[in-house]
């Protein structure tokens, strides 16, 4: 998760490793810190680097559509200088699966209506305690005005804290995309998509 450290923290590995260091991470699952390179940092990786292009964690058609998602958007690339171009070809998964399901509304009222329609639907058929349903934001703005939304259409849905548990016995979860991290559920939505990407600009944001 070498991603997400500090500047300062980077520059204490390089100092405690004596130049030798073994180093993971992703700078596209950066959420927690503005980009840093490790170049940045005094550890010099260039000829010395490997891209690991297998994913184990999603299937394929979740890779398929993030790799889209990313075409054309400057990325961050750990060991070259901030928002230098990464080369996405060759990332695949080793599940297979089907691409996530895309709607257009147009308006907010029309996106809470499928949401909570889609919420009613997967507590009808959950088979387990665990929330249904995890529903997913950028900012903590765009959740809270989605929460009323569903409470007008009778549905329930907590928004998690920073420290929150996730509560059980409810039919769903609002979560931002910095706070979902090691979250699981069998279904999960992404709204306000408009706002997805964004620069993170610090805790808060």
Do not use: M, W
Not at 106 to 121: Q, R
Not at 142 to 159: F, K
């Amino acid at each position: 998760e070498v991603q997400d450290a500090s500047l300062a923290e980077l520059q204490l590995l390089a100092a405690l490793g004596g130049g030798s260091l073994f180093l993971v991470g992703d700078g596209h699952q950066r959420l927690y810190r503005k980009p840093v390179s490790l170049r940045a940092a005094g550890i010099e990786v260039r000829g010395r680097s490997v891209r690991l292009r297998l994913n184990y964690r999603t299937t394929q058609g979740i890779c398929s559509a993030a790799l889209s998602h990313l075409d054309g958007v400057d990325t961050d690339v750990l060991e070259a200088e901030a928002h230098e171009p990464d080369d996405l070809t060759g990332y695949r998964s080793l599940r297979a699966g089907p691409s996530p399901e895309r709607h257009t509304f147009a308006h907010d009222d029309a996106e809470a209506d499928f949401i909570a329609g889609l919420i009613t639907a997967a507590t009808e058929v959950a088979t387990s305690a665990a929330a249904p349903v995890l529903v997913l934001a950028r900012t903590r703005a765009a959740l809270e005005r989605l929460q009323l939304r569903l409470r007008d259409r009778g549905v329930t849905a907590p928004l998690l804290g920073d420290f929150d548990a996730v509560p059980a016995g409810v039919p769903a979860v609002l979560s931002t995309l910095h706070r979902c991290k090691g979250l699981e559920a069998p279904t999960v939505v992404l709204c306000a998509f408009q706002l997805v990407p964004q620069p993170f600009r610090g805790p808060g944001d």
